[in-house]
């Protein structure tokens, strides 16, 4: 299969001063799954049709299996893509439709009928094969879209926001169909989506984008359980944040000291001590913990948002560890003991707002942010 690296691609629209990509770097493996992810207007879909063709950039390559086909026209890059909009020929049904590129490409019918049937099995839509787009759902013309895309047997699969239009249970359906036609093609593949939730279930490694930037490059279970920065740790949800200084496996904060596991640290180096800001999901924190836990805090309860079956709370630390919250050596602020809390609607349900609770901050679940 195919390898995609992209070296320091630069793009600004109409001659403009402000980069919709600014010096983008990646390389995707073959057969890998990747998701350029981010929020509107960070250069996402850009890059994807700079990938393409469709669009060529101010400066900067783009290489398959390190050739550069950057100058290449988009029928002759090899790279089929999906657009949000199915963007199906009306006028053709849909064998029609999934068999369009194959005759572009002049193959023999024979080959094509047995393509374009397997196909067509594989997306699960052989009883609408004679059916022109109007006439199915906005699900099924996906399914086309996608089988029309992979017909071709592409090096590379660009999909741009492919589930976005569709409802939620659609979505989930399409989702799994992607993950399991992607696998069982070995296609590398590069997505775009401004969806968290739908890039962790379904990518090997995402490309976070900020301001045409990259960010930062990991596997999903990294960005959301060890940030690279503040940044990232937002745009996964962290509410959690405080400035410490850190010396081993003990951190001070505006609580006073805490404790941290050994994998708290993984982020920053050898150094002995230093600054930087510790970050715990809400989630992550035990109400009415054993009292052979650590970093435990007592903790006004000041607000209870109901969420289906659980709970999202705001809580006021008050003691930590036996010992007084107090600004410490940093200046003190009117809410610089407020942290965010999730929990099952069980573990809360027996309190107040006013009500004193016993929580835990678990050190396994701390992670450190250098500067």
């Known amino acids: 299969m195919t390898t995609l690296t992209l070296e320091n691609l630069n793009l600004r629209y109409n001659g403009g001063a402000d980069h919709a990509v600014r010096e983008f770097s990646l390389h995707v493996n073959s057969s890998e799954f990747i998701t350029l992810l981010g929020p509107s207007g960070c250069g996402k879909t850009s890059t994807l049709k700079m990938i393409a063709g469709l669009i060529a950039p101010d400066n900067g390559d783009i290489l398959f299996d ?9 029928e002759k890059r090899r790279a089929a893509m999906v657009f949000q909009n199915h963007l199906l020929f009306p006028y053709l049904t849909v064998r029609q439709n999934v068999a369009f590129g194959l005759k572009m490409k002049r193959v023999a019918a024979a080959e094509i009928q047995r393509r374009v049937n397997n196909m067509l099995d594989d997306v699960q839509i052989s009883d609408l094969a004679d059916s022109k787009p109007h006439q199915i759902s906005g699900g099924q013309r996906q399914r086309a879209a996608l089988a029309r895309a992979l017909v071709t047997e592409p090096q590379l699969l660009l999909l741009d926001e ?32 401004h969806d968290q939730h739908e890039a962790l279930h379904i990518s090997d490694r995402i490309a976070l984008m900020f301001d045409g930037r990259l960010g930062q490059f990991d596997r999903p279970t990294a960005l959301f359980e060890r940030p690279s920065d503040i ?12 400035e410490c200084r850190i010396s081993g496996q003990r951190m001070l904060c505006q609580f006073g000291e805490l404790h941290l596991s050994a994998n708290s640290t993984a982020g920053i180096g050898a150094a002995s001590e230093y600054k930087g800001t510790a970050t715990f999901r809400a989630e992550s924190l035990i109400v009415n913990p054993s009292q052979t836990s650590v970093n435990l805090c007592k903790a006004e309860l000041l607000n209870v948002e109901v969420a289906g079956s659980y709970r999202k709370c705001q809580v006021k630390i008050t003691r930590c560890n036996d010992n007084p919250v107090s600004a410490g050596e940093q200046e003190p602020t009117d809410d610089n003991s407020i942290i965010y809390l999730h929990c099952h609607a069980r573990d809360i349900n027996a309190y107040a707002v006013g009500d004193q609770i016993d929580l835990c901050i678990p050190p396994e679940s701390i992670w450190i942010i250098p500067g």
């Open 66 to 74: 390190d050739r550069s086909i950057t100058h290449l026209p988009p």
């Open 231 to 242: 940044a990232t740790a937002k745009f996964f949800g962290c509410q959690n944040f405080l």
């Open 162 to 193: 492919p589930l976005s239009s569709l409802d939620a249970h659609l979505r989930d359906e399409m989702r799994n169909l992607i993950i399991n036609l992607q696998r069982q093609s070995g296609t590398t593949t590069v997505m775009v989506t």
